[in-house]
């Protein structure tokens, strides 16, 4: 179209050089697309990507070396280790005086959140094993009912 190298790069906001060089790379091979890449070689095939996947889907206390691949779990996944969320099953009536609760404390006013306290609590680990068990999950799913480790106590 007779536009200089200057002003395509202005168009698609990046530098000369990349034009210049996408161009080159045009007449020599008549294509733009990059050259294949050696990269880092696979550890596991699609079929195994998804086989993993599943069993972490399952169980989700499953670590990746109890597979039987032994593969360490990436977030090439979408699956992350955390800590579960522990609590009891919520029932409907549990679920309903929450709300009723939230719906209550979000009237509140300074001086009534003055009165509350909150706490937060750290812990460090030196050793590798701090002996915690992890959930496999994805993000969103914190309290799916797979991703909550029970604890049965009385809620009055």
């Known amino acids: 179209m007779g536009a200089t190298q200057h002003q395509i790069a202005r168009t698609f906001n990046c530098s000369q050089t990349t034009i210049s060089k996408l161009i080159i790379r045009y007449q020599q091979t008549g294509q733009t697309q990059d050259r294949p890449r050696s990269g880092r070689p696979r550890v596991t095939t699609p079929a ?19 597979t039987a691949l032994g593969h360490a779990i990436s977030r090439r996944y979408g699956i992350r280790a955390y800590r579960p969320f522990y609590g009891m099953a919520l029932t409907r009536l549990h679920r ?4 009723q609760w939230a719906r209550t404390v979000r009237r509140w006013q300074r001086r009534d959140w003055a009165r509350v306290l909150f706490t937060d609590e750290s812990r460090f680990c030196l050793f590798r094993n701090d002996g915690r068990v992890r959930v496999f999950r994805r993000k969103g799913e914190r309290l799916a009912p797979n991703c909550i480790r029970e604890v049965h106590q009385i809620i009055q």
């Open 48 to 66: 195994e990507d998804r086989y993993i996947r599943q069993i972490h889907l399952r169980n989700r206390c499953v670590t990746a070396t109890s």
């Open 96 to 99: 309903q005086r929450r709300l």
